[in-house]
């Protein structure tokens, strides 16, 4: 079974950390993206990547970037954790050719204190 | 710019059909989709169309779109608990990103 899997489904962090959110999908997919989920707010994207070491900002990605070194894993890093940044994270994949669309990971419910 | 806008709440008793409605801007849309999140949990792909389309059904799900008017519609025959729900309409154009609506909470009173 395809899957998405993002490394944590709820984490807990402090003000000023620094926050590394982790996904890798196992589809040999070559696009991967980030988003957050905020009630009201609906999908906001973040960054995302078409291809190894390639990155985009997507709406959002102030305070925010990230890293893919390898085509199955894709990072985003919070570089100092802010409240504002309590969220839903959502990774997702998909092939650059068809429209098979996303897949989506489970979330992960970040909340910074 | 590209937007995708959805009715917020739809609720409907259990054996009814539903019908959640979406509508998007951008006539260079390749294929819409339709995805299901239940609470905390991520985007479950539904079902999708190809833009040359006018329908599309499985099982108790039928897609329709009106390319002229920019319309898509989801039905759910004989909704359940189960169906109970966050719905996104999202469309995809010439990119490889996605837009997505706000989502539609589907409630299914008993």
């Known amino acids: 079974d395809v899957k998405v899997t993002q490394s944590s489904r709820y984490l807990v962090k402090r003000t000023g950390e620094k926050v590394f959110l982790e996904c890798v999908q196992d589809?040999?997919?070559?696009?991967m993206f980030w988003y957050r989920q905020d009630p009201g707010l609906g999908l906001r994207l973040i960054y995302f990547s078409y291809d190894v070491k390639m990155k985009e900002k997507g709406d959002i990605p102030e305070g925010y970037s990230v890293s893919r070194e390898k085509k199955e894993r894709f990072s985003l890093i919070l570089e100092s954790a802010s409240t504002n940044q309590t969220s839903m994270y959502l990774c997702?994949?998909?092939?650059?050719?068809?429209?098979?669309?996303?897949?989506f990971g489970s979330g992960t419910r970040l909340t910074v204190v | 710019g590209e937007d995708v806008e959805q009715s917020l709440f739809l609720s409907v008793r259990e054996g009814d059909s539903s019908v959640i409605n979406c509508t998007y801007t951008d006539s260079s849309s390749t294929y819409l989709y339709w995805y299901k999140q239940e609470p905390g949990a991520g985007l479950q792909l539904l079902t999708y169309?190809?833009?040359?389309?006018d329908m599309k059904q499985d099982q108790r799900l039928t897609v329709l779109l009106n390319k002229k008017d920019k319309h898509l519609s989801l039905r759910i025959a004989d909704t359940q608990t189960g169906d109970s729900a966050i719905y996104f309409c999202?469309?995809?154009?010439?990119?490889?990103?996605?837009?997505f609506g706000p989502g539609t909470r589907l409630s299914v009173l008993p």
């Open positions: 169309i190809f833009s040359n389309m």
């Open positions: 997702a994949s998909s092939l650059w050719q068809g429209g098979g669309g996303y897949t």
């Open positions: 589809m040999d997919h070559e696009n």
């Open positions: 999202a469309e995809k154009t010439d990119g490889q990103n996605f837009v």
